[in-house]
């Protein structure tokens, strides 16, 4: 307990300094934030379309209105566990503050797992629940509909935990790429594109080829976007429910253990030019 | 004077071509996460047209039309004009705009020339390969005529890209940066690759009247594939690329005579 509360005192400025500096540049910060809800509005009408467009109401298992909730809820919750740990990573290794950030006594994990949970809080208080209150808000006087129940909304929470953490262990092994290759710009914006696919993001998963379907449950990411968004329209309860969360555990553990291992070999061949 | 130009465009992307050849990889790398991009565009409407078999009265090879088409001029734009974005964020912030003015070329071509984006022909490629295999599809027979109107229309529809582009960057000289507003009005873009039908009313209008990129690729592709009549499609295009280009060199224009360097 002692050593917990050591750790949050020396951790904490971190997080915190990423709010300040997340306020500073607030403006960029809110116009990407309007760029994807844009974004967001060509999915939204397309899918609008198809169904209008279709003969049967329900596809896979959808109806209109869980498709809208299931755009919407998506974007809010890939907004929400995006960090930019690989970018932090990437610009620490070209600009070589990272040997000094090695000298000090402090864990590098931790100190990205704080700097992220920066991005998290600024970015659930201003961007996603405003939003998801507005999805609510929208619902309500349009169509009468009650928001889902306080049970449904905790399990989505703790899964979109689980969502997060998986995201940000992802993005650490990514960044240590930077050891290897110089500049990480492209390979993000490649990696941005493929997980906005495969993590559910612009079309639930269930709508994907068998074979394909089958090949993504072998990967982490049906369980940042699509796991948490399921939980959210109870397409997902029951026993369903535990199965979805011990595959969410197991990333967890997976990614944490694999990025340890990884950041002791990376770390090994790490060369700084000068100093 | 024109050749004088031609001849300063080549020196200037061989240049840039050096530059870049050092780094080569970050070049495939650019190149693929275009391509990429592409692609998932792509599957997206693939997976759409696995549940029905139109969209508003539009088939799978036509849709593919439009978003085809729609790559080319964004391509082009891309391909030539990419200093646009660092003028809209730093080159006039940074005082780094008097080079431009000192020199005995136009400012807006000294610009543009410096700078080449060839990650821009992953979005080039694609386009020219879907816009073959949808018309094949299709059995859209073109004429000698209707080539020269499709480039006709990829460059109006490129004239309008660039346009919009220097308009928002041009705000910069007032507000010294620029980019996050241009990055959302760029982002409008998204909205021209599908046809317009499925949109609200307020998207269309704006698509089409405020920030014209409807005219980027929905309404020239929906003429070729009879969708739109030719006043609307080719005369509305023609037009929108004129009037976005003047108000948008006027901006410039006026920018240029209020800039005032960062001095020191």
């Not at chain 1, 899918?47 to 467009?53: S, Y």
């Not at chain 1, 072998?218 to 199965?243: D, E, H, Q, W």
């Not at chain 2, 609200?200 to 980027?216: C, D, E, H, S």
Request: hydrophobic share 55%; charged share 10%.
């Amino acid at each position: 307990m002692k050593y917990l509360a050591k750790s949050l005192k020396i951790y904490l400025p971190f997080t915190k300094s990423i709010i300040q500096i997340m306020m500073t540049y607030r403006l960029n910060f809110f116009v990407s934030v309007f760029g994807s809800i844009l974004k967001t509005f060509v999915i939204y009408y397309l899918w609008k379309a198809v169904f209008t467009n279709s003969t049967s109401h329900v596809l896979n298992g959808f109806t209109a209105s869980d498709m809208l909730i299931y755009i919407f809820m998506s974007s809010i919750t890939a907004g929400t566990v995006s960090n930019n740990t690989d970018q932090v990573i990437g610009e620490e290794v070209k600009d070589g503050s990272i040997a000094m950030n090695l000298i000090k006594p402090i864990n590098y994990h931790l100190r990205l797992l704080f700097e992220s949970f920066g991005e998290l809080i600024y970015g659930t208080l201003c961007v996603s629940l405003p939003l998801w209150l507005a999805l609510i808000a929208y619902r309500f006087f349009n169509i009468g509909e009650l928001p889902p129940s306080f049970s449904t909304i905790g399990a989505y929470i703790l899964s979109l935990i689980f969502g997060f953490s998986i995201m940000f262990l992802f993005n650490f092994i990514f960044g240590l790429l930077s050891f290897y290759v110089t500049n990480l710009w492209g390979i993000r914006q490649l990696k941005h594109v493929i997980i906005n696919l495969i993590s559910g993001q612009m079309i639930p998963l269930v709508f994907f080829p068998i074979w394909l379907q089958n090949g993504l449950a072998f990967l982490p990411f049906s369980s940042i976007n699509y796991i948490p968004v399921m939980i959210y329209l109870n397409k997902i309860n029951g026993t369903a429910l535990i199965r979805a969360f011990v595959i969410q555990v197991f990333w967890v553990i997976f990614l944490l253990v694999f990025s340890i291992w990884l950041w002791k070999k990376a770390t090994k061949r790490l060369t700084i030019l000068g100093g | 004077m024109l050749k004088k130009y031609v001849k300063l465009y080549v020196k200037f992307v061989a240049q840039y071509l050096k530059v870049l050849m050092e780094y080569r990889l970050d070049f495939f790398i650019g190149l693929l996460g275009f391509l990429v991009t592409q692609g998932v565009g792509i599957i997206f409407i693939f997976i759409i047209f696995e549940q029905i078999p139109s969209l508003n009265g539009w088939s799978f090879n036509e849709i593919l039309f439009i978003y085809a088409f729609s790559q080319l001029p964004r391509g082009l734009d891309h391909l030539l004009t990419d200093n646009l974005w660092l003028l809209s964020g730093r080159i006039i912030a940074r005082g780094e705009f008097d080079k431009y003015l000192l020199k005995p070329i136009n400012p807006l071509f000294h610009l543009l020339a410096e700078r080449f984006q060839p990650d821009a022909i992953g979005e080039l490629i694609v386009g020219v390969m879907l816009i073959v295999y949808s018309t094949i599809n299709i059995g859209m027979s073109f004429s000698f005529l209707d080539i020269l109107l499709l480039l006709l229309m990829i460059i109006c529809g490129a004239v309008i890209y660039t346009s919009i582009k220097l308009f928002f960057a041009s705000l910069a000289f007032w507000i010294k940066n620029s980019q996050s507003i241009l990055w959302v009005n760029y982002s409008l873009s998204d909205f021209s690759k599908y046809p317009i039908s499925i949109y609200g009313k307020t998207v269309r209008l704006i698509i089409t009247l405020v920030i014209p990129f409807a005219f980027t690729a929905y309404f020239p592709a929906a003429y070729f594939v009879h969708k739109e009549g030719i006043y609307v499609a080719i005369g509305g295009t023609v037009l929108a690329s004129i009037l976005t280009f003047s108000v948008a060199y006027y901006t410039w224009c006026k920018g240029i005579s209020v800039y005032e360097s960062a001095g020191n």
